[in-house]
């Protein structure tokens, strides 16, 4: 067994009333032992690293080793353990470098009697609803009070930490590498300015970068890049930009923005192998080139190519981000009738051209030099990062007919028992294809998550829909049809999607719970959702709207 995240804990803890808590992270035996009390035990130097750590731990506190913070630090959750102050001595390991679980200010939780530490989440400006919502995806982070950090502040910097890992991924599958990119400014001016609109530069197959195992072998480990400091300040930057281009909408905001990217992220982590139910026998992070031949040849053959390739990762985790950039709280229908003037550019799919057209004029402005530097060192890789990204945002239109006809003629090709395309060409057909379902899933994740987090957030597209509805925006009244519709939503497109990440082959377990949760909400929404319909509506009548 590889990468478990191992916490040891006494075997009495029930009669303690503050535990130690300590954890490590590695490879670990797994068997059971015979007799009289047979029983699942765990075996290894992780287990004995975790164990040895208590004589060093505190009451109410959770201690992590360096390599439980470094998985920590790459799923981009740094903000979460802090450093212990000195080294601490571990038998048989001599120094070592641990840290501390951060810890949230106490706010005691629905049903508690206890205001404990053990019974605390993070205090923020959100409602109960948005904190737990914000919690379930892992958008939640501790940040000192005293700093006075604003919700979207919040968010940016949870932004920043995820696509700054991504970034040290990027770097580290250079070997490190990141040069000055002035030679490629006018390939940058020439990009999205060729003619044509976004939608044109939309292309069925997006070909992937093929790594073989002598690339592998050469990668640093994302924990040892430093992306520097004026990247980092560029990427904040950047994002805070993004932050302050969303409007005040109720659902299309940059808080759905960022639970969409979590959701990616969460996607993207558990691709296993294909065909297989397992996660990762490894990462792009632990290859060494030393006794890992199996499997690094494995992993250069994972998932379509998409877990090798790091700059795909950050393009779609990007397009998460920027998907619903100054979307303007009604479909793309009414600003085809209004005659908007991104309508008349765009013709179709408009708020979607316009956020990529509006997040990438930003990106390429020479204040973001450094973090371009970054992303891509070659034009080749430029081109490959705005397909990607063209292609993974153009996904979230799932109404057009054209580009539905089109998915369902490549799904069917690239999923048929039988196809004439060669492999690699097959491959990228697929990778594509995943991609795509990877991002609509994730644009609706809602609907596949816990019944209270479907619920809040489809009260805030129910309030968006109903105030363009107030202001003529919108020809019928969406409260009239609300219930059966979100039925035919779930029949229709949530529950076969959530089919189709199965039928897709990489993503393990979490197809099937996807699957699960959206045939429940699906459920509970027959039975709770007329009350609730008229429950938003004289929610938005008293004018206390969740925004």
């Known amino acids: 067994m590889d990468d478990v995240f191992l916490c040891t804990l006494d075997s009495d803890l029930m009669q303690y009333h503050n535990p130690l808590y300590r954890t490590s992270s590695g490879q670990v035996t797994a068997g059971v032992l015979r007799g009289e009390r047979s029983r699942f035990q765990l075996f290894g130097d992780t287990m004995n690293t975790a164990a040895r750590m208590e004589q060093t731990g505190e009451r109410n506190r959770i201690q992590l080793s360096q390599a439980s913070a470094d998985l920590l630090k790459e799923a981009g959750l740094g903000k979460w353990i802090m450093p212990r102050s000195g080294k601490i001595s571990v038998k048989g390991k001599g120094d070592m470098q641990t840290y501390w679980l951060r810890r949230t200010k106490a706010r005691k939780l629905e049903g508690s009697d206890k205001n404990t530490d053990m019974n605390t989440v993070a205090e923020t400006d959100e409602t109960d609803e948005e904190s737990d919502s914000m919690e379930e995806i892992g958008l939640a982070f501790d940040v000192d009070n005293d700093q006075g950090m604003t919700k979207v502040e919040r968010l940016v910097e949870w932004n920043v930490e995820v696509l700054g890992s991504l970034l040290q991924h990027i770097i580290g599958s250079r070997g490190g590498v990141v040069n000055d990119i002035e030679t490629l400014s006018s390939a940058?001016?020439?990009?999205?300015?060729?003619?044509?609109?976004?939608?044109?530069?939309?292309?069925?197959?997006?070909?992937?970068k093929r790594f073989e195992v002598e690339d592998l072998c050469t990668r640093r480990r994302p924990s040892s890049i430093d992306i520097g400091d004026e990247a980092k300040s560029q990427l904040r930057s950047y994002l805070s930009e993004i932050a302050t281009m969303y409007r005040d909408n109720p659902f299309h905001n940059f808080h759905h923005a960022s639970h969409v990217t979590a959701s990616v992220k969460k996607l993207l982590t558990r691709i296993v192998k294909v065909g297989e139910r397992n996660g990762l026998a490894a990462t792009s992070s632990d290859i060494r080139g030393d006794d890992n031949d199996a499997n690094i040849n494995d992993l250069a053959r994972h998932g379509y190519g998409i877990t090798t390739d790091p700059l795909t990762q950050f393009a779609v985790v990007f397009s998460a981000v920027i998907h619903d950039v100054d979307h303007p709280g009604v479909p793309n229908a009414q600003l085809v009738k209004?005659?908007?003037?991104?309508?008349?550019?765009?013709?179709?799919?408009?708020?979607?051209?316009?956020?990529?057209?509006?997040?990438?004029?930003?990106?390429m402005s020479d204040e973001y030099s450094a973090l371009r530097a970054c992303i891509y060192q070659t034009e080749a890789d430029l081109r490959r990062f705005r397909q990607l990204v063209v292609n993974t945002v153009m996904a979230t239109d799932i109404v057009d007919k054209e580009?539905?006809?089109?998915?369902?003629?490549?799904?069917?090709?690239?999923?048929?028992?039988?196809?004439?395309?060669?492999?690699?060409?097959?491959?990228?057909?697929?990778?594509?294809?995943?991609?795509?379902?990877?991002?609509?899933?994730?644009?609706?994740?809602?609907?596949?998550?816990?019944?209270?987090?479907?619920?809040?957030?489809?009260?805030?597209?129910?309030?968006?829909?109903?105030?363009?509805?107030?202001?003529?925006?919108?020809?019928?009244?969406?409260?009239?049809?609300?219930?059966?519709?979100?039925?035919?939503?779930?029949?229709?497109y949530v529950i076969p999607l959530a089919k189709k990440l199965e039928r897709c082959g990489v993503f393990g377990v979490s197809s099937d719970e996807y699957l699960n949760y959206a045939e429940a909400n699906r459920d509970e929404w027959v039975r709770e959702g007329k009350a609730l319909v008229q429950q938003y509506v004289a929610k938005y009548n008293s004018g206390a709207t969740n925004r």
């Open 188 to 208: 940058e001016k020439r990009i999205g300015c060729e003619g044509g609109t976004v939608l044109d530069e939309f292309t069925p197959i997006v070909p992937l």
């Open 403 to 492: 580009l539905q006809a089109l998915r369902k003629n490549r799904w069917d090709a690239a999923f048929s028992n039988a196809s004439s395309q060669s492999a690699e060409n097959h491959d990228d057909r697929k990778a594509t294809i995943v991609i795509e379902h990877l991002i609509q899933a994730s644009d609706v994740s809602h609907t596949m998550q816990h019944w209270h987090v479907y619920k809040e957030w489809n009260e805030r597209f129910f309030m968006e829909c109903y105030a363009a509805y107030t202001a003529g925006r919108a020809d019928s009244d969406p409260s009239e049809s609300w219930y059966e519709a979100e039925i035919g939503f779930f029949d229709f």
């Open 338 to 363: 209004e005659k908007t003037r991104n309508a008349e550019i765009y013709k179709k799919s408009v708020a979607e051209q316009n956020s990529v057209e509006l997040a990438w004029v930003l990106l």
